[in-house]
């Protein structure tokens, strides 16, 4: 799958992808730019016709208590 965090990363080549309601595309980038502050990284899986799962992986020695 390609790099979808990419900064302005929104497909506009592909009817299929635009979006109804509008947006930016700012979002995923926004994601990967905090995430990188936090050395974590962003599993991305999709089904074609399902949908999407955006799954934050923290390492232990961010996360308080540990």
Do not use: W
């Amino acid at each position: 799958m390609a790099d979808n965090t990419d900064d302005y990363g929104r497909d506009n080549s592909c009817p299929c992808c635009l979006s109804a309601t509008g947006g930016t595309g700012l979002g995923l980038a926004i994601v990967k730019h905090s995430l990188y502050h936090h050395q974590a990284q962003l599993e991305i899986t999709s089904t074609l016709g399902v949908g999407s799962r955006f799954a934050p992986r923290f390492p232990a020695s961010r996360i308080a208590g540990f």
